[in-house]
Each structure stands twice: as C-alpha cells, then as structure tokens.
C-alpha cells in the first residue's frame, strides 16, 4: 500500500514565522500535491510538482513556496505565516500515468496560526 | 472553467437507509475524469472510484453505486443499507486531460452522518 506521512499532525505558530510542512511518500510516485482543505470550499490545490525539482503553481499559491530536491519529498513553506492560513493541509502523491492515477493522501496537517 | 458542486453539505439518515450524495460538474473538455472520495474522522481522504468520460456505465460495488449521467453532467453516489462505518466526508472531484500532472478539482463535500 502506499503511504503519504505528513511529519506533524497538529501545528501552532505564531503569525509572521517561517513554517515548513513535509511530506514524503514511499511508492516512487512521479507526482506531488499541495492542498489545503477549508469548511464549505473544499480542497482547494496550492502547489504540485511532477518530477524533481518541477514545480507548478495551483489555484492558490500566493503566500506558500514548496521545495522538492527528492522524489520522495515535498514540503510547502509558509514563508510568513498569516492568519488567514489556519487550515488543513493534505498531501497527496499519484503516477504520472496520464490523469486518472488516484490520488493517495496523507492524513493532513492542521495549523493553527495565532 | 471546471467546477466541481456538491450541494448537499451535511445529510443525516438511520441506519440500513439508503442515501445519495449528489455531485454536478462543469468542463469544456470533451475528456474528463471523475473521482469520489471518503475522508473519515482519521482525516486521510481514501479513493473510492474513477469514471472517464467516455465510460458512462453504472458501477457497482457491493453497497455502494455509482450514477454518471452525462446529460445532466452529473455524477451520484448512493450507499445502499447504510451503516455507522460509512459517516465521513465524500468529497467528489473531477480532472481534465488537458491538465498536466493531473490537477483535481473538488467540490466542497458532503458530511454524511449515519445514526444507529
């Protein structure tokens, strides 16, 4: 089975400090996901990346970066944490298989931002 | 643009009732993919199915089926005899053969509570 560990479950910070999210992955997967997940919108995708050091902007990039210097590993950057970014944040990895490989996720992240 | 509406946010029914979650999406591209996912309280959102445009049978697998009716551009999930095990989140999401790296786009979810 493959598994997507993200590296904390719950994180509090304070607003205007660097965050680092990880995420690794164990199936050799080509494809990496941001996404942060907000009551009544959803999933809404941040930043995804298709191959080392590949990475594309999704639909909400403003205020994160993401680093992926090896396959296994994405990690998304809050560069300054705002207020605003208190949310749930799921990683996700997939084949490159066209575009209906499944996603397989990790059990998600919920900053707190104070 | 591609949408993905779930407009039921939370259903509640007993146990062993049958209930569907509805799912209405938006494409211009003529080759699509659908998906639904369960996000239980452990918070990993599992996969579930996968539907390519071009395929518009039902699936079925055991309690569970799938309804793609391309006309009404709408994708259903009905869970037959309902039990406790399946309150969760369904998320349904839908991506484009034009996107690269395949990009999903969900809808906003549906909390479904099952009562005993």
């Known amino acids: ?114 | 643009a591609q949408k993905v509406t779930q407009a039921q946010t939370e259903i509640s029914v007993v146990e062993k009732e049958d209930v569907t979650l509805d799912c209405v999406y938006e494409t211009r591209d003529t080759t699509y993919y659908l998906f639904w996912y369960k996000q239980p309280p452990s918070g990993e959102l599992v996969f579930l199915i996968r539907r390519n445009s071009f395929d518009e049978q039902n699936e079925i697998s055991g309690r569970y089926s799938w309804n793609f009716q391309k006309s009404t551009s709408s994708f259903n999930f009905t869970i037959t005899a309902s039990q406790v095990v399946d309150s969760a989140v369904y998320f349904c999401a839908l991506s484009e053969a034009n996107q690269g790296a395949q990009k999903l786009v969900f809808g906003q979810g549906t909390r479904l509570t099952i009562n005993p």
């Open chain 1, 1 to 114: 089975d493959v598994k997507v560990t993200q590296s904390s479950r719950y994180l509090v910070k304070r607003t205007g400090e660097k965050v680092f999210l990880e995420c690794v992955q164990d199936m050799d997967h080509e494809n990496m996901f941001w996404y942060r997940q907000d009551p009544g919108l959803g999933l809404r995708l941040i930043y995804f990346s298709y191959d080392v050091k590949m990475k594309e902007k999704g639909d909400i990039p403003e205020g994160y970066s993401v680093s992926r210097e090896k396959k296994e590993r994405f990690s998304l950057i809050l560069e300054s944490a705002s207020t605003n970014q208190t949310s749930m944040y799921l990683c996700a990895s997939s084949l490159r298989q066209g575009n209906n490989s499944p996603l397989h996720f990790g059990n998600g992240t919920r900053l707190t931002v104070t």
